[in-house]
């Protein structure tokens, strides 16, 4: 049994269409695995493309931020940073001692508040008591002139 057709005056038998038809099926899976790859190449360079036209972009970022890095380490050393915890522990010496000194002048407050109330009250004693020695002087400076009361 022998198949065959004729295409275009050509006689094709069966057995070359059981040969031809995988050999143009693999060829045609070639044919688009190549393009597929080609088009994954496009993009792929394209990507590349991107990337080192953004990188250009970074690199002056980059310069912009060291300059900036630079300014910030320049600022920490002139304002000595690094030295602002002994300063700060210096500082809080200074404040603790502060307030001790806070609390000594706090008791002699009171004590001079105590004092100014004993002194106001002394005043009047002593005005009382400077008028009764008067009083006696005087007492004994008319006793002293007439020693019979006469």
Do not use: C, H
Not at 13 to 41: E, H, I, N
Not at 63 to 71: E, F, V, Y
Request: aromatic share 8%.
């Amino acid at each position: 049994m022998d198949i065959g057709f004729k295409i275009g005056g050509y006689d094709v038998k069966g057995w070359m269409v059981a040969v031809g038809l995988p050999v143009l099926s693999t060829l045609a899976g070639g044919v688009w695995w190549s393009y597929d790859t080609l088009q994954r190449f496009y993009g792929v360079e394209a990507g590349i493309q991107e990337v080192v036209d953004k990188s250009a972009s970074f690199d002056k970022k980059a310069a912009s931020l060291g300059s900036r890095i630079q300014t910030l380490e320049q600022a920490i050393a002139d304002n000595d940073v690094r030295g602002l915890n002994q300063k700060l522990a210096t500082l809080s010496t200074n404040m603790q001692q502060i307030l001790e000194q806070q609390k000594l002048l706090l008791d002699l407050r009171s004590q001079v508040d105590k004092a100014t109330t004993v002194t106001d009250n002394l005043d009047d004693t002593l005005k009382t008591l400077q008028t009764e020695i008067d009083d006696i002087w005087d007492a004994y400076d008319y006793l002293n002139e007439n020693p019979l009361g006469k």
